[in-house]
């Protein structure tokens, strides 16, 4: 993988009007005080826990820093730890959750699905100490929608795992998410019942789903993606398999304390 800064390969968008008029519908009016402190200090946050060792601050922390231990508390209670979560893998009470917003038209996301998140499952999902938890987070217009809710059918079906493969595959993303292609994906996927999946994926569920994804994304801050959090540590981009396993490793550490 690429080394290179969260800076250069953070894929961040300017949302278009009708992008704006989602978000405005997503944020909820009222949010608590502990999660509306992290939606603050989240862009600070996620700046010091990304950058470069010769590029971290060496000064006085800045005053909206200070509270970042009430900040990562409330970022890390938003793991949501259910047992039957189709879109999560690794188990429920694992030390260590890490909560991925993504969306299946970011090529950097992609990069990550790709690269680094099997090396993540095969060291730490499988022995126990790692969660990952998806939310879907569209931020490329109608394509990434279609594609998000298609995820959350397919997880219906316990293949959510396989169609995130498949939709994150080389090339994938250039061939749109139309729905000819979801139902494509699907096969691919081994989506069992596909009439049930295009009825799932057009469903009030599907969007209710995706619904609940963005109005969390959108209430702590998240404006670009790939976006993450490991145990309410923020890391923004796709940075390399080392700063992944650097935060995982730590985060494991405090969960013995």
């Known amino acids: 993988m690429s080394s290179s800064p969260s800076k250069t390969n953070t894929e961040t968008t300017t949302r278009t009007k009708a992008t704006g008029r989602a978000t ?25 826990a990304t950058a470069p060792a010769d590029r971290a601050p ?24 259910e047992a039957g979560d189709k879109l999560a893998l690794g188990r429920a009470d694992a030390p260590v959750v890490l909560i991925e917003y993504s969306d299946f038209k970011c090529g950097y996301c992609g990069k990550f699905a790709r690269d680094t998140e099997p090396e993540l499952v095969k060291k730490y999902v499988d022995q126990g100490t790692l969660r990952i938890e998806w939310r879907n987070f569209p931020i490329f217009g109608a394509d990434s929608e279609a594609a998000a809710k298609a995820a959350w059918a397919a997880g219906q079906q316990d293949r959510f795992a396989a169609f995130h493969a498949a939709a994150y595959a080389d090339g994938a993303k250039e061939k749109g998410f139309a729905e000819p292609r979801l139902l494509e994906l699907a096969r691919e996927a081994g989506v069992p019942d596909l009439e049930r999946f295009k009825a799932d994926m057009a469903g009030e569920q599907a969007a209710a789903a995706l619904q609940k994804d963005q109005q969390e994304g959108y209430r702590i801050g998240v404006t670009s993606t790939p976006s993450f959090l490991v145990n309410g540590r923020p890391i923004a981009g796709a940075q390399p398999l080392g700063a992944f396993t650097a935060a995982v490793e730590q985060a494991a550490a405090a969960a013995e304390q």
């Open 24 to 48: 405005s519908a997503a944020k909820p009016v009222l949010i608590s005080a502990g999660v509306a402190l992290a939606a603050v200090t989240l862009g600070l946050v996620s700046w010091q």
């Open 58 to 81: 060496t000064g006085p922390a800045p005053a909206a820093a200070a509270p970042r231990s009430e900040a990562s508390a409330a970022l890390q209670a938003l793991a949501r730890r």
